[in-house]
T-cell receptor, first 115, second 116 residues
């Protein structure tokens, strides 16, 4: 079974530039998550999709971050314009959906450095 | 809202000795708790979860966790540590959203260092 795929693995941009990250979840996983992990901290949920609908985006800085999952499969997270404090690892995860507390499967992450 | 706390930033243990990584939780209702491990430059990997039933949960790589309702704890344990267990460990709890769906809240992580 293929895991969660993310690209790029690394990205360096200057502040005020824009950047986009891509994620392809495990086949059949209806729920997709984007997390931001700042060095030394735990992952913080940015946005959660169930199929192509958003179920939680309460911690997404909507003035600069956006995400979509148009066909209920892969997803794109965009930052425009980037700030220095956006430097972090962006993790994508997926899981089955249902009442059971299913575990999440994480991709390798994209390490973003904003200079 | 649900939350988890990992009181130790780092735990050092000698190879072959038992290890414990601590996690306490605050939930309303039944807790659904998880442990994940993160190796350098890699995403998080699922280790084990507690849903209901036996308080001792067994997981991957010889890890287990003990659920203690009275102490609201879910400590991760291993009888004999390996150098290869050195990594960052995260405790997580499932939180119900107003929509009736769920999200997961992670602790701040504990770095485990196993010394040869």
């Amino acid at each position: 079974e293929a895991g969660v795929a993310q690209s790029p693995r690394y990205k360096i941009i200057e502040k005020r530039q824009s950047v986009a990250f891509w994620c392809n979840p495990i086949s059949g996983h209806a729920t997709l998550y984007w997390y931001q992990q700042i060095l030394g901290q735990g992952p913080k949920l940015l946005i959660q999709f169930q199929n192509n609908g958003v179920v939680d985006d309460s911690q997404l800085p909507k003035d600069r971050f956006s995400a979509e999952r148009l066909k209920g499969v892969d997803s794109t997270l965009k930052i425009q314009p980037a700030k220095l404090e956006d430097s972090a690892v962006y993790l994508c995860a997926s899981s089955l959906v249902g009442q059971r507390p299913y575990e999440q499967y994480f991709g390798p992450g994209t390490r973003l450095t904003v200079t | 809202a649900q939350s988890v706390a990992q009181p130790e930033d780092q735990v050092n243990v000698a190879e072959g000795n038992p290890l414990t990584v601590k996690c306490t939780y605050s939930v309303s209702g039944n807790p659904y708790l998880f442990w994940y491990v993160q190796y350098p430059n890699r995403g998080l990997q699922f280790l084990l979860k507690y849903i209901t039933g036996d308080n001792l949960v067994k997981g991957s790589y010889g890890f287990e966790a003990e659920f203690n309702k009275s102490q609201t704890s879910f400590h991760l344990k291993k009888p004999a540590a390996l150098v290869s267990d050195s990594a960052l460990y995260f405790c997580a709890v499932r939180d119900m959203l107003t929509s009736g769906t769920y999200k997961y809240i992670f602790g701040t992580g504990t770095r485990l260092k196993v010394l040869a």
